[in-house]
């Protein structure tokens, strides 16, 4: 299985994935991925498409997005209920580079909800699908607190239902349950009860973000990049210029801030690779070619917050960009047979 | 890093001794910076924030140097040149005030190996400033920053991952890959041969004692014993003998396996009882290449807070208690140890801790201390000595307070009718300090 119709999303909150099932057109993910903004970046491979929130649903946690994909795979849905607890399963999840992963997970019914927890040692991501072992089709994962539970599939398919016949950018009211279309919102009140509808859940809101992130920020505006099409959650950004594509992370915690390139996954080649690589090494001035599971990263060294100078990463990050449009292409072509 | 200023710390008597001999024990620790020291580092950091590079590196290669030990040199000119010595390793380089390079050797070859390379290119993967490289027939470790973007913080971590990571690797590398030529490594000193015997003999009598008794318990009823057992000696070989080459890089990954492996402890207990009984078949030549001394400018581990170590001592006391009760005094000393050697080879202590525990090992190996020459010990008679004990704890008490005005370790909680008395209490009255 590729699971073509699985997607890594974005947004200015957080990452994670959704899907598209078939009948329903709709890219289904979680309010923990979308946060309170009100669209999302739907990557798919090198191609990236802004998708508007339709709604929001902080009820049960599901999200439901535009869908700007053009794909004849969707989810195909033949079983969807969770028919036994302590469940042993299987989680499919895309990472930010597009890769595909399959992870062993266990399920276990607690008073709260259903806990996953996973025998390796990954993250499960939220919107994350989770499949029985018999193909059953359970649910998505969506993690409170940065614990993974179960968004139950029959939650996800009644929600589906009830939203068909809306299929317009909508809130739910908190307190009559409604699902309300947002232009029939009048100062902030619920139609059908009259209770106020929290400004967050209808207007575009971004995460607070601290100066050095800031910074950041306005070093991409200063170079001509809508934050729209980079921003991965709070503290993770993606530039992309022709074939090269180029990350920056800041960790708040840490206060480092560190750029690189993921360049070229290995397919043949790999000796051959890795004697170049080395020698490379030697040449790049403050650069670095790197390795991690047959994927070769051009990296930055790392910055300090205290110290950000913008001016500086700005010679560094450009010179990133070069070199790894430069060397994708090297590296490709010493990897053919 | 700590900046608190430190006035002249009166040295416990004993620790003259041991400098006289050029004996160490433990993980190294930089934490025990003089006053001058510190003070080279906030001039560092003041010359940094004005941007007069040069001079703020030079300040900070003077906060790095322990005159004593001469583990930088360093010429100035309209550049800086330095070198600093970590281990097995000498980091060379240079800055002219706007962009710093160093870079240490660590291996020559004849024919390209992809293995290799394969690792260290993951290796880089993990680091944030470190890079591994290949010109000509040389591999080498780097790194190159600009200093306008450095402070003195991201200048140490740089540095000290540099140095320690090619430090580490260089042994481990030189046993998986037979056809490399170590480089950069004619700076190692040899030990004295009195030393090697009285380690060496102890090594073998450590191991052979632990095996013997381990084998003694029974394999599925007492596994967790014989696990403390096996990884105390670890941690006691480690601290007390201070190997380094093979024989360290060995006992930390078995310490390593034990902790991170899947197995059960029946199974992993075997397997590290075959690889320690191996050890005592090493002949004196293999040992030497583990047996040397080493010059270090940074430390393995950073800084952690005083608490873990407290959390810890906290978590782990307990589980002397059932083995007492039910007569099994000699195991609940090996898990004394074990508490001991834990917080040595995982945390990285403040200075006052580190004091503490190299008396609680004088007390307990006292004949491996006398062997080395080192006579100063809290023992008359071969009893534990009260008083010799209280002018320890008091030197100890009176420095704590500079940084820590409530501590107290009150020497009349410690029983000392015993070496497992001693442990007992020693580690009960170190959870009544107050370190706030």
């Excluded at chain 1, 560190?258 to 690589?277: C, E």
């Excluded at chain 2, 002219?96 to 190996?113: H, M, N, R």
């Excluded at chain 2, 007390?240 to 390593?256: A, S």
């Excluded at chain 2, 009760?325 to 990285?348: Q, T, W």
Aim: some cysteine; overall charge neutral.
């Amino acid at each position: 299985m590729n699971f073509d119709e699985l997607y890594f999303v974005a947004s200015a909150w957080n990452t994670g994935n959704a899907i598209l099932i078939d009948g329903y057109d709709f890219l289904v993910t979680t309010t923990e991925t979308i946060g309170l903004s009100n669209y999302a970046l739907i990557i798919n491979g090198k191609e990236k498409k802004i998708a508007k929130v339709l709604l929001a649903d902080f009820k049960t946690g599901i999200a439901l997005l535009e869908n700007v994909v053009t794909t004849n795979s969707l989810l195909n849905i033949l079983n969807f209920e969770l028919s036994a607890y302590d469940q042993k399963s299987v989680a499919y999840q895309k990472n930010l580079f597009n890769k595909l992963h399959q992870l062993n997970c266990e399920i276990v019914k607690k008073d709260e909800g259903y806990n996953i927890s996973t025998f390796e040692d990954y993250h499960l991501n939220d919107g994350t699908i989770i499949f029985g072992r018999r193909g059953e089709f359970l649910g998505l994962v969506t993690k409170k607190n940065e614990k993974p539970t179960l968004l139950p599939a029959k939650y996800i398919m009644k929600l589906l239902e009830e939203f068909s016949d809306i299929d317009k950018e909508s809130v739910r009211c908190l307190n009559c349950e409604n699902i309300i279309e947002k232009n029939q919102i009048i100062n902030n009140s619920c139609p059908f009860c009259n209770n106020e509808i929290s400004k967050e859940i209808i207007e575009d809101i971004s995460p607070k973000l601290d100066e050095t992130a800031r910074k950041i920020e306005t070093l991409l505006i200063k170079n001509d990049y809508e934050l729209k099409y980079c921003r991965y959650g709070k503290n993770l950004w993606n530039i992309s210029r022709g074939s090269a594509s180029v990350f920056i992370r800041y960790n708040p915690k840490s206060k480092f801030i560190a750029a690189f390139s993921p360049l070229y996954q290995i397919k043949n080649n790999s000796s051959l690779l890795y004697k170049f690589l080395m020698r490379e090494n030697a040449k790049l001035e403050f650069l670095t070619f790197s390795l991690h599971k047959d994927m070769i990263y051009l990296d930055t060294p790392y910055f300090v917050a205290d110290n950000f100078k913008t001016e500086i990463a700005d010679i560094i990050f450009k010179e990133l960009f070069r070199l790894a449009d430069y060397y994708d292409d090297v590296l490709a072509e010493m990897d053919k047979e | 890093m700590a900046k608190n200023k430190i006035r002249f710390q009166k040295r416990l008597f004993f620790k003259n001794q041991l400098k006289e001999k050029n004996l160490y024990f433990g993980k190294f620790s930089d934490r025990d910076k003089s006053y001058e020291q510190l003070m080279f580092l906030q001039e560092a950091d003041n010359l940094f924030s004005q941007r007069k590079n040069l001079d703020a590196f030079e300040k900070f290669l003077l906060f790095i140097t322990d005159n004593k030990n001469e583990n930088v040199r360093f010429k100035k000119d309209k550049k800086i040149e330095f070198d600093i010595v970590q281990g097995s390793k000498i980091i060379s380089g240079y800055t002219d005030g706007k962009i710093i390079k160093a870079e240490t050797e660590l291996f020559s070859f004849d024919e390209d190996i992809p293995q290799l390379y394969q690792i260290l290119l993951e290796q880089t993967h993990n680091l944030k400033f470190t890079k591994f490289l290949v010109n000509k027939n040389v591999i080498s470790a780097q790194i190159s920053l600009y200093l306008d973007y450095c402070t003195v913080d991201l200048l140490y971590y740089s540095l000290r991952e540099l140095s320690v990571i090619s430090d580490k690797l260089d042994d481990y590398l030189e046993l998986q890959f037979k056809n490399l030529r170590p480089l950069n490594k004619s700076h190692i000193i040899q030990m004295p041969d009195n030393e090697f015997d009285v380690k060496t003999k102890y090594l073998k009598k450590w191991l052979a004692k632990s095996l013997e008794l381990s084998k003694k318990l029974d394999n599925a009823n007492f596994a967790d014993a014989k696990s403390f057992i096996l990884i105390s000696t670890i941690y006691r070989i480690l601290y007390l003998i201070v190997p380094e080459g093979e024989l360290d890089d060995m006992l930390k990954d078995l310490e390593k396996f034990f902790f991170e492996s899947q197995k059960s402890t029946v199974e992993k207990n075997k397997i590290i009882e075959e690889k320690l009984k191996n050890v005592l078949e090493w002949d004196n030549q293999r040992l030497k290449k583990s047996l040397y001394k080493v010059i270090r400018t940074f430390p393995e581990k950073m800084p952690s807070k005083t608490k873990e170590t407290i959390s810890f001592i906290q978590q782990e006391i307990g589980k002397i208690y059932w083995y007492e009760s039910n007569k099994f005094e000699e195991i609940s000393r090996y898990i004394l140890e074990y508490i001991a050697g834990y917080i040595d080879a995982h945390f990285g202590n403040i200075p006052v801790l580190n004091d503490l525990f190299l008396i609680f090992w004088q007390v307990m190996y006292k004949d491996y201390f006398n062997d080395l020459g080192i006579n100063r010990l809290p023992y008359e008679k071969n009893s534990i000595s009260y008083f010799l004990l209280h002018k320890n704890f008091s030197i100890i008490n009176s420095t704590a307070r500079e940084n820590y005005p409530r501590f107290f370790f009150n020497v009349k909680h410690l029983d000392l009718k015993d070496k497992y008395s001693f442990a007992k209490t020693f580690f009960q009255e170190i959870l009544n300090i107050d370190f706030n």
